[in-house]
């Protein structure tokens, strides 16, 4: 039976770094980046890899914030990638940079009520990124310290299963270098974190999702609907009115035709055929001016 794999599911606000660290992870380029506020993920993104013989699986989701989207569709979005860990997950990425301030507080707060629930924070790892002195275990403590003593973020982080701080766009040494070394700190910690997150939550939010998704399907199918009846009714009224044209027609030729006598035994005769001839014969017999063809030669 093959090793059930580690799953990791990646969180945070657009431009912080959350699908370069999936890079990282993958060892990679896999995942669409952008040096700019605005998301390119625009669902979600999978992928899997090996690193000492254990199996991950990465999964990258659209920005919680500052997507240039409507909140709840931001919502719908991540969604989709609920269907990835529906039998749970090892592992929530919380992926930050520079300040950590209320954006990200209500980011975590959301995770808890409701995208998981008050348990989530004992599976997420909050991680750093861009930080330049990631390998220096003083620099990176005193971060941890300070961001403890600030009492709106202290309380909640403190729940966190742990804080780590990586550097993918490093100055201070080689790019590759600093990848590599970024990878192995969250790999080292990631490869413990072996137990499977499955709160009751992600089942009910995945039930109320799929019957979201009925209904926004259901809706889609009925405009779909009305909007071939729209263009039915279209249809008919144009046709509708090709024909008033065409009796319109006819019957300006009827006026000008019908004195003539020849017309009207022609007519009565049958041998004005379609649909100039029944109008003439209708029109002829209603008006009294037909007159047999035996009188007429009588």
């Known amino acids: 039976m093959s090793q059930q794999p580690i799953v990791l599911f990646l969180v945070g606000t657009t431009g912080k770094g ?11 380029d896999s995942f669409e980046t952008s040096a700019g506020c605005q998301s390119l993920t625009t669902n979600h993104q999978r992928e899997e890899f090996t690193y000492n013989g254990k199996r991950y699986i990465v999964i990258d989701t659209c920005g919680l914030t500052n997507t240039g989207r409507d909140p709840r569709e931001v919502m719908y979005l991540i969604s989709f990638a609920y269907r990835e860990i529906k039998n749970g997950v090892h592992q929530v990425l919380f992926v930050t940079s520079g300040k950590f301030g209320e954006e990200e507080r209500n980011n975590l707060k959301l995770l808890q009520s409701f ?15 861009n930080f330049d002195s990631f390998c220096d275990p003083i620099a990176t403590q005193r971060d941890i310290d300070d961001l403890y003593l600030v009492r709106e973020c202290g309380s909640i982080l403190r729940k966190c299963n742990k804080i780590l701080h990586v550097n993918n766009l490093n100055r201070l040494i080689d790019s590759s270098q600093s990848r590599k070394r970024s990878r192995e700190i969250l790999l080292n910690h990631l490869s413990t974190c072996t137990t499977v997150y499955c709160p009751d939550a992600l089942v009910s939010f995945n039930e109320r999702i799929n019957e979201y998704r009925t209904e926004v399907e259901n809706l889609n199918a009925a405009l779909n609907e009305n909007q071939i009846n729209e263009e039915t009714i279209t249809q008919l009224r144009l046709q509708v009115e090709q024909q008033n044209n065409q009796i319109a027609t006819t019957m300006k030729l009827l006026q000008s035709v019908k004195e003539h006598k020849l017309w009207q035994h022609l007519a009565t005769l049958g041998m004005v055929v379609g649909p100039i001839g029944t109008i003439l014969r209708a029109s002829l017999s209603r008006k009294g001016v037909i007159k047999s063809f035996r009188h007429f030669f009588k």
């Open 18 to 28: 959350k699908s370069t660290l999936a890079n990282v992870l993958t060892n990679s």
């Open 115 to 129: 995208m998981f629930d008050q348990q989530v924070l004992k599976f997420t790892t909050v991680v750093r990124t």
